[in-house]
């Protein structure tokens, strides 16, 4: 079955260390893969997406994330945590079979200490 | 501003009540979504809607209706809720004109809904 997964229900991470957010997936074929934030009572805001080419991506807030093919992994990362990053975190694959959807991980709730 | 709107923010609804909910994007986009999310469950897509037509209904109860007029407006009409409806109801939006899958979703803030 095709799916996403994340690992951890909560990352703990102190302010200005790195940090980062696990995600592994499984799907047919060649995965586009994204990362979302939603801070409370707000919706998803889009972070970043791996489609092709280089398996490491930059997108809003600092954020990166690293497209492992072998791994079957999506972990983001930030080189240096700010108090401010700590919401819930979703890992999206998009199924090109089966339905053009798609599918959101569990979430990750990430908390930054000052 | 994210470019999509939903209203209204909060419902609280009998069971025997009909309501409906709204979303309007003011971005171009062609494909329209409706997700429930609940605590500590993952996200759950509804309906998709392309080019006004819906494109996917993830078995969801038929007390649930949705309505997309035009690219713009999408609605998800509600009748003899169930507590367990009780939840977050988030709108998206993309450029998915070509189905190709790789434009992100822009989400609304979403409407809680109480079923009492």
């Known amino acids: 079955a095709q799916s996403v997964a994340q690992p951890e229900d909560q990352v703990n991470v102190a302010e200005g260390n790195p940090l980062t957010v696990k995600c592994t997936y499984s799907v047919s074929g060649n995965p586009y893969l994204f990362w979302y934030v939603q801070y409370p009572n707000r919706g998803l805001q889009f972070l970043l997406k791996y489609i092709t080419g280089d398996n490491l991506v930059k997108g809003s807030y600092g954020f990166e994330a690293e497209f492992n093919k072998s791994q079957t992994s999506f972990h983001l990362k930030k080189p240096s945590a700010l108090v401010s990053d700590s919401a819930l975190y979703f890992c999206a694959v998009f199924l090109g079979t089966g339905g053009f959807k798609t599918i959101f991980g569990a979430g990750t709730r990430l908390f930054v200490k000052a | 501003e994210t470019g999509v709107t939903q209203t209204p923010r909060h419902l609280v609804m009998g069971m025997t009540n009909k309501k409906s909910l709204k979303c309007e994007q003011h971005?171009?986009?062609?494909?329209m979504y409706w997700y429930k999310q609940s605590a500590k469950k993952p996200l759950e897509l509804m309906f998709v809607?392309?080019?006004?037509?819906?494109?996917e209904n993830n078995s969801v109860p038929s007390r649930f209706s949705p309505e997309c007029p035009n690219s713009s407006h999408l609605f998800l009409h509600l009748h003899t809720l169930q507590p367990e409806d009780s939840a977050l109801y988030l709108c998206?939006?993309?450029?998915?004109?070509?189905?190709?899958?790789?434009?992100?979703?822009?989400f609304g803030d979403g409407t809680r809904l109480s079923i009492l």
């Open positions: 971005l171009g986009h062609n494909a």
């Open positions: 809607y392309n080019f006004k037509e819906q494109t």
């Open positions: 998206a939006s993309s450029q998915d004109g070509d189905r190709g899958g790789n434009q992100p979703q822009h």
